[in-house]
């Protein structure tokens, strides 16, 4: 399979740095060829690695405006927006109705801003280096140009996997390095002062069903229309489901030609098959390839065989092997991209807690609304009355779950979130490194809106998009760089406009998607109520990994680093299928292991690159 090198950027203060900083970035970005756009002082301002379909750059006078991802303006588009700014404050303004997913940069009058998506995707981080602020959009460049140490006590939420809260979600794992809030931009200005400005809130949930459903359609047309046109060959997931379902739809509307993957998994009860045959059989002109299971990579095969680090560990372990060989499949039929379904479940439907303000407000439908819930989740009755009478701030939330670390879940998800919890392989250093954390951020963290419904949905998106952004990152290294429409900002804009009760239900499965996709993808795919696993593959695929997993237990990187108990982690790496947790947490831990071993590579191969390239003596 092709490979390319990836796109990265670091953002530099129109100040003089030391001539060190753009001797490490030349460094970073070898064997390619750093590139530089200066300031409009001569200064450079924006460095790293890129093509231009990655980035584009234009400037108008005394202004430098710069989009790197999927953006719906084109250059003389933008540089008719460049135009129109002559103050920072101007610069959001300026880009209004422009969509897609990516980082706005720009150089004004000696200030320099720059912020990612609010989805969380395209990400912002910032580091003192050598007397100035510089941002990045990857985290690891900055530890490389700061010579970094992975933060442990970082390190050791992780090992909550998906489960860790705002604003803590948010941060680097490396020493001195520190994430933007998504929502927020950096602006430094000429006296080195930094400062945060919010330039995203979140749309005002009163919209109709039918307005609603339009919006989203709208929304997502046109974030699937930006990345495929008429007669392009591109690839695409068709799971059966209705997220992947739906954007195949939206690409065929577009006049795309789909070449689309559906996996076969074997339990008898699958039916994710029955449903991609079904809305292949509609789709003109596609190309569908069925992957039996076992004609695939198994799970967490490649476990050992190291790559290139990431900003923070993943589950991509599990089916990473798995996703190049699908890859390589669409890749090898003159596929140019791949549409993914990733979010779908996050944005389009808020999660329980929006029962806190239904029954505030409408109580008669809050009571009818609870006890669906409670039905068809068989929430214990006192439980969910505890939950939903619970009126605790944030702050309040956060210090309970400090002290809630080891243990099950909430037997109801109807709380701030998920609270975070840690497997019982974690150190008991881990579990008092993590309570710090919490009881620092109930100290000064703010919830992401006022109604814990609401925070609960914008986190649970926020959560989509962070893993939305390793893994288009994977895949642009494989060749075949992979979208996530449903984590474009303006669809989730469009999502989070429904009244979260009439966009998710107890008796209808994602009614708000369905209603908008209606009479484009058919009704037999909208009404779908079920959802295939693959855990069959899971278990076996940890069976043939056993040897690999035993020697991961006996020099494990997370016990040399005081985050896991060594017994305890043996013993859930040579017998998972004893675990009374699930898969997220063994999936957390064999991430956060391989990430570290990746690290750990990656600074083998540059020492010895370093040893070939220096002088000898005489």
């Not at 948010?170 to 330039?199: I, K």
């Not at 198994?298 to 560990?313: I, N, Y």
């Not at 947790?581 to 570290?596: F, I, K, Q």
Request: aromatic share 4%; net charge neutral.
């Amino acid at each position: 399979m092709r490979s390319t090198p990836g796109c990265w950027f670091v953002v530099l203060p129109d100040r003089d740095l030391h001539p060190r900083v753009m001797a490490r970035l030349r460094e970073t970005a070898r064997p390619d060829t750093l590139r530089v756009v200066p300031h409009p002082s001569g200064r450079p301002w924006l460095a790293g690695r890129w093509t231009d379909e990655e980035m584009t750059v234009r400037t108008a006078g005394a202004v430098r405006l710069a989009v790197a991802g999927t953006c719906s303006l084109d250059p003389g588009q933008l540089a008719v927006r460049a135009r129109r700014i002559g103050d920072p404050a101007h610069i959001e303004a300026a880009l209004s109705g422009a969509h897609g997913c990516f980082h706005v940069i720009a150089s004004v009058a000696g200030h320099t801003y720059v912020r990612g998506s609010h989805s969380g995707q395209r990400r912002v981080f910032r580091a003192e280096v050598e007397g100035g602020t510089v941002c990045a959009d990857r985290s690891l460049t900055l530890a490389r140009l700061t010579g970094a140490a992975p933060d442990i006590a970082r390190l050791a939420l992780h090992l909550a996997g998906g489960r860790v809260p705002h604003p803590l979600a948010e941060g680097a794992l490396w020493g001195g390095v520190y994430g933007v809030q998504p929502g927020q931009a950096l602006e430094s200005g000429p006296d080195g002062r930094v400062r945060t400005r919010v330039w995203w809130q979140p749309p005002v949930a009163e919209l109709p069903p039918a307005e609603a459903a339009a919006g989203l359609r709208e929304a997502m047309r046109r974030a699937v229309a930006l990345r495929v046109g008429s007669g392009e060959v591109v690839g695409a997931d068709l799971s059966g489901g209705m997220d992947s379902t739906s954007l195949c739809f939206l690409a065929a509307e577009a006049g795309a030609r789909l070449v689309a993957v559906t996996l076969d998994w074997s339990a008898p009860t699958n039916q994710d098959r029955a449903y991609a045959d079904h809305a292949a059989a509609r789709l003109p002109g596609i190309e569908h390839l069925v992957f039996p299971s076992a004609d695939l990579p198994g799970h967490f095969s490649g476990l050992d065989v190291r790559g290139e680090p990431t900003d923070e560990p993943t589950a991509a372990p599990r089916d990473r092997a798995q996703q190049r060989h699908l890859a390589e499949a669409m890749l090898t039929r003159g596929a140019g991209l791949r549409l993914s379904g990733h979010g779908g479940d996050q944005v389009v439907q808020p999660p329980p807690a929006y029962l806190h303000a239904l029954l505030r407000h409408s109580p008669a439908a809050g009571l009818r609304h609870a006890a669906g819930r409670r039905a068809r989740h068989r929430w214990p009755l006192g439980a969910m009355v505890h939950a939903l009478v619970d009126g605790r701030s944030y702050a309040a939330w956060l210090t309970q779950a400090a002290e809630h670390l080891i243990g099950p879940a909430a037997p109801t998800p109807l709380g701030w979130g998920p609270g975070p919890r840690l497997p019982a392989w974690a150190s008991a250093q881990a579990v008092e490194l993590c309570r710090e954390q919490l009881r620092a951020a109930a100290h000064r963290a703010e919830p992401l809106h006022r109604d814990r419904g609401r925070h609960a949905w914008i986190a649970m998106v926020r959560q989509a998009g962070r893993a939305a952004g390793p893994l288009s990152h994977r895949a642009a290294l494989a060749g075949l760089p992979a979208h996530t429409p449903f984590c474009d900002d303006a669809v989730i804009d469009a999502a989070l406009a429904a009244r979260p009760h009439e966009a998710s239900t107890p008796w209808s499965y994602k009614p708000l998607l369905a209603a908008a996709m209606n009479g484009l993808v058919p009704d037999h795919i909208l009404c779908r109520t079920t959802k295939d696993h693959c855990g069959a593959e899971w278990r076996e695929g940890l069976r043939r990994q056993r040897r690999t997993l035993a020697a991961w237990a006996e020099d494990s990187r997370l016990v040399a680093a005081g985050v896991a108990d060594a017994d305890e982690l043996r013993r859930a790496l040579l017998s998972p299928q004893l675990l009374t947790g699930g898969a997220p947490e063994l999936e957390a831990t064999l991430g956060a292991e391989a990430w570290l071993r990746d690290l750990e590579h990656h600074d083998a191969r540059h020492d010895a690159q370093e040893k070939d390239v220096a002088p000898t003596s005489p």
